[in-house]
């Protein structure tokens, strides 16, 4: 049987990744709807609210793959490493890697990406907010899990150190975007990671 209806004349997941480039750079009130579209492949209107339904939902969805894809590093490095410290290390080591890749914006979509919004966009922040609080939640998880198998003394703050290294693993996002070289970043990494023995208790 022959296919009814008009073919679309774009790549949706090309258009998709095409469309996380533009976010991760200029942030969601940042990036325009025409910028959107003719980075998109010059789509039309009626091609872009049929393949995405809106701009907002295809930022949610630029979230969702960027988080697959570039931003999946801090999922890895949870899950990985076999001590809470080699995991804290791999999350700010590789992440420090990823936000200055030559070939990709600078720094963490989730981070940069919405981090103030005028009153219409305040739901946007609000679940970027959340992703972020999500991350700090996981960090402070995998510290109490070394807790629990004995990577960790048993007097650690889990909060506290998780709260710590969520604000570096942030604060390299920013370093990132403005300009920071990595050697620069993985320098931070190292002066965070000197400090591990002295603040889980070990001396």
Same mark, same amino acid.
């Given at each position: 049987m022959a296919t009814r209806g008009r073919p679309r004349t774009f790549d949706r997941d090309d258009a998709l990744r095409r469309a996380m480039?533009?976010?991760? %750079?200029? #942030?969601?009130?940042?990036?325009?709807?025409?910028?959107?579209?003719? %980075? *998109?492949? #010059? =789509?039309? /209107?009626? /091609?872009?609210?049929a393949?995405? #339904? @809106?701009?907002?939902?295809?930022?949610?969805?630029?979230v969702a793959l960027y988080r697959q894809t570039a931003g999946s590093t801090t999922a890895i490095a949870l899950t990985e490493p076999a001590t809470a410290r080699e995991s804290v290390d791999a999350i700010l080591r590789s992440n420090a890697i990823a936000f200055s890749?030559?070939? %990709?914006?600078?720094?963490? *979509?989730?981070?940069? #990406?919405?981090?103030?919004? @005028?009153?219409?966009?305040?739901?946007v922040q609000e679940d970027m907010r959340a992703i972020r609080l999500e991350t700090i939640d996981a960090i402070r998880a995998r510290i109490r899990r070394g807790i629990d198998e004995g990577d960790v003394p048993a007097g650690a703050n889990a909060d506290a150190l998780g709260g710590y290294y969520a604000t570096v693993l942030?604060?390299? @996002? =920013?370093?990132?975007?403005?300009g920071a070289p990595r050697e620069a970043l993985l320098a931070t990494v190292d002066c965070a990671m000197a400090a591990w023995d002295a603040m889980v208790g070990t001396r």
């Open positions: 480039t533009v976010f991760w %750079a200029r #942030g969601y009130e940042g990036a325009t709807l025409d910028e959107l579209k003719e %980075a *998109m492949g #010059g =789509i039309t /209107s009626p /091609s872009f609210y393949a995405f #339904g @809106s701009k907002e939902a295809l930022f949610r969805e630029a890749q030559p070939d %990709a914006p600078r720094g963490c *979509m989730v981070v940069l #990406g919405a981090l103030l919004c @005028s009153a219409p966009n305040q739901q942030n604060g390299l @996002s =920013i370093q990132a975007r403005d």
